[in-house]
């Protein structure tokens, strides 16, 4: 037996957790009976040696059911520790619509790569071997030479072709080269009907939309989501959105609003809560499934978001110059890139907020800088904190804890 190479240790009085810091999985032990395996990983006993020295049966199938589960989680073991990887390339920032929540201020940056720069830049990240390419904008499809771009990359790309699209640019012209080159199409459309389309998207989007599903699904492209952004001022529509995207056959993604972005300026167009409050989804709180992982993804190093300019960055919320990693122009791949402007900013954030140092489960709230990021420049964290700390603290230590 031997414990993973990425387990973390954490305490909290006779408790321990141990995580893997790489897959986010983690299990809670007695102080006593991690003890029982950490000498025995120590002395290097072997399993069911281990086991046997319990005389009591029961305390056998304990500490056999404790092993294996932790085999499964891969905190014992040599667990795969194969990363997803994912790049998200948005190769225009112009769109033909004008969300109010818009993350990436769609329209706000004019340089775009050359066609021969994104063929380029194609080369770069088929080399770094990502499961998936997502293709975004903007509006992707504004660009001309879309198709040119989407024949190019499906000849020297084997792996899943995303495009994330606001679908009203998808006609009898490009549905070819769509059918061939892109395994999944992304729509957003974020509402359940004309009026609730219209307050975000804007007038006549949502029946157009409903429309292009239709031809697509015509034109036997079935791999098809309809996204949305909810918030305190529209989660009475998810059940909608849901039973909505049933009647498509399509798959519904919901998208917790995040205030960043052009979602500052129409802050009060979009939720009804103060500057310094933030929005918790009720299903977030389901003790029955519940959604806790250790850490964030700064350690997977997995994920590549490259902006209209060539910018890397990694990670699709924190957008500003300042956090880009290199340009995709000057680089020969992305396996030279680093997270070492995100752990500063963690670092920055941690310092930021002093109260949550010696959190005995600032590991498992923390699990998205972005969100982190944005709760403390719009003062919200102390509101966070309260909303979710008890919750925290129930799932990860199994006690109370008022903040």
């Given amino acids: 037996m031997q414990?993973?190479?990425n387990v973390v240790v954490l305490t909290y009085k006779n408790k321990v957790?141990?995580?893997?810091?790489y897959n986010g999985y983690w299990i809670r032990l007695t102080k006593e009976v991690y003890s029982y395996f950490s000498d025995a990983i120590r002395k290097k006993i072997d399993k069911n040696i281990f086991i046997e020295q319990f005389q009591d049966f029961n305390d056998q199938q304990y500490i056999n059911s404790i092993h294996n589960k932790m085999i499964k989680l891969g905190i014992i073991g040599n667990y795969n520790n194969k990363r997803k990887k994912e790049v998200s390339f948005e190769i225009t920032n112009r769109c033909n619509l004008r969300c109010k929540h818009c993350c990436i201020m769609a329209n706000s940056i004019q340089e775009e790569l050359t066609t021969n720069e994104v063929y380029s830049a194609f080369n770069k990240v088929i080399k770094w071997n990502p499961d998936n390419i997502t293709i975004s904008g903007g509006e992707p499809l504004l660009r001309q030479d879309i198709q040119e771009l989407l024949l190019y990359l499906r000849e020297y790309y084997n792996g899943k072709i995303t495009l994330s699209t606001n679908a009203l640019l998808i006609d009898e012209d490009n549905i070819e080269v769509l059918k061939k080159c892109v395994d999944y199409i992304e729509i957003s459309i974020d509402g359940v009907d004309e009026k609730s389309c219209r307050e975000i998207r804007g007038e006549g989007v949502f029946e157009h939309v409903i429309q292009k599903v239709?031809?697509?699904?015509?034109?036997?492209c079935n791999n098809i989501s309809l996204s949305m952004v909810v918030s305190d001022k529209n989660i009475e529509l998810e059940r909608?959105?849901?039973?909505?995207n049933e009647q498509l056959g399509t798959y519904p993604v919901i998208r917790v609003l995040a205030f960043v972005g052009r979602s500052k300026e129409?802050?009060?167009?979009l939720s009804n809560l103060k500057q310094n409050e933030v929005y918790i989804p009720e299903v977030f709180f389901d003790d029955k499934q519940p959604f806790v992982f250790w850490g964030n993804c700064l350690l997977k190093n997995s994920k590549?978001?490259?902006?209209?300019n060539g910018n890397i960055l990694s990670c699709p919320l924190i957008v500003e110059d300042e956090y880009s990693i290199a340009n995709i122009k000057d680089v020969l791949s992305?396996?030279?890139l680093n997270n070492s402007k995100m752990y500063a900013l963690k670092e920055n954030l941690l310092q930021t907020n002093s109260f949550c140092q010696d959190c005995a489960v600032k590991s498992f709230c923390w699990n998205c800088l972005a969100t982190i990021k944005e709760y403390t420049e719009n003062n919200s964290m102390k509101d966070y904190c309260q909303k979710v700390k008890n919750y925290y603290f129930k799932i990860v230590w199994g006690e109370d804890k008022i903040c």
């Fill in 214 to 220: 239709r031809f697509l699904q015509n034109n036997d």
């Fill in 304 to 308: 590549r978001m490259i902006r209209t």
């Fill in 240 to 244: 909608s959105f849901k039973k909505l």
């Fill in 3 to 5: 414990f993973n190479r």
């Fill in 17 to 21: 957790v141990l995580a893997n810091a």
């Fill in 334 to 336: 992305l396996d030279q």
């Fill in 266 to 269: 129409e802050r009060a167009k």
